[in-house]
Structure formats: C-alpha cells, structure tokens
C-alpha cells in the first residue's frame, strides 16, 4: 500500500512562498493521479491542485490560480506544491493524496472519493 508523507507547512505571514512536499513510499505512485486538498476550520475538504501520472495539472479555486503550482518529481517519488502569495484565507491543513486506480483512459479526478491514499496533513498558517 501506497503510503505518503507531506512535509513544509508551517507559519507564515500573508505574502510568503512555501512549497510543500509529498513523498510516496514505492515507486508505484509514478503511475497515479496525484491531488493536494486543504481543509479550513470548519469548511469541508476542498481540491486544490493536481497533477497526472503524465505531468498535465490542473487547478482547484480561481483563488490559488496563478499563485499555486503542482510538480512532481518521479526520481524522488515526490509531488510538490508551491505556494505564493500566501493569503490569511489560505490557512488550513493540506493533504497529499493519490488516486491508486488511475489508468490511461479514466481522466483526472477532482473528487475526494476517487483518492483512496491519503497522507496524514500538514497545517498551514498565513497570519500577521
């Protein structure tokens, strides 16, 4: 089983860079559909960013677009997202998650439920 561990949240002020990091535990995760989602205090999970086992990405809310940006890097079995701008709206847990049934013909997937590994979240705080 795929597991994952995402690394780089932290606290920030409005205005700073991060770039989190999700890394796979077999090289498996090069064949999946890979997505962030973050979730705010007391707001459902919402997709953020993903990317394809091919490298096409796609993004979640106009609000990230242009400020957020997903890459993957198959040698270090790792997706990353790099974030901008940051914004006090911003601020929530992000999640790493892989679509283990991805194939060539399904197309990606912005929903929850079509992520069946997930890593643990990493808290992101944009705060003065």
């Known amino acids: 089983q795929v597991q994952l561990v995402e690394s780089g949240g932290g606290l920030v002020q409005p205005g700073d860079s991060l770039r989190l990091s999700c890394t796979a535990s077999e090289r498996t995760f090069n064949n999946f559909n890979m997505a962030w989602f973050r979730q705010a205090p007391g707001k459902e999970r919402e997709f953020v960013a993903g990317i394809t086992w091919n490298d096409l990405k796609t993004y979640g809310p106009d609000s990230v677009k242009g400020r957020f940006t997903i890459s993957r890097d198959n040698a270090k079995i790792t997706v990353f997202l790099q974030m901008n701008t940051l914004k006090p709206e911003d601020t929530a847990v992000y999640y790493c998650?892989?679509?283990?049934?991805?194939?060539?013909?399904?197309?990606?997937?912005?929903?929850?439920?079509?992520?069946?590994?997930w890593g643990q979240g990493t808290q992101i705080t944009v705060s003065d």
């Open positions: 998650a892989a679509d283990r049934s991805t194939t060539p013909w399904r197309g990606f997937s912005q929903k929850i439920r079509d992520y069946d590994a």
